[in-house]
């Protein structure tokens, strides 16, 4: 099976170097105000992919963040929780 996952990762990375020496031509990237920029098709299509990895990373460590906050902010409240209640059935501590 590892075996074969590499032969599907090297026929994958064969199949977009084929890509990028297909689309290795100059493109202009055209901004506000006349300004343009020219380089090669897969310079953009790697930093805007880059660029969407980073968006998608910060979005996740927000969340990451916030989950992580809550779950200390629950531990504490389990902390300071008296001990002396003796569960017996788990839906009371859902309950309770």
Do not use: C
């Not at 343009?36 to 460590?61: C, D, E, H, K, R």
Request: hydrophobic share 55%.
């Amino acid at each position: 099976m590892r075996y074969l996952l590499r032969i599907i990762e090297l026929a994958l990375l064969l199949l977009l170097i084929a890509v990028t020496v297909q689309n290795s031509h100059s493109v202009d990237f055209k901004l506000f105000f006349g300004h343009m920029w020219s380089a090669p098709l897969i310079v953009f299509l790697l930093v805007f992919f880059a660029v969407g990895v980073a968006v998608g990373l910060l979005a996740t460590f927000s969340y990451y963040l916030r989950m992580r906050r809550e779950l200390s902010q629950l531990k504490k409240e389990l902390r300071n929780r008296p001990q002396s209640q003796t569960i017996v059935d788990p839906s009371d501590a859902i309950a309770g």
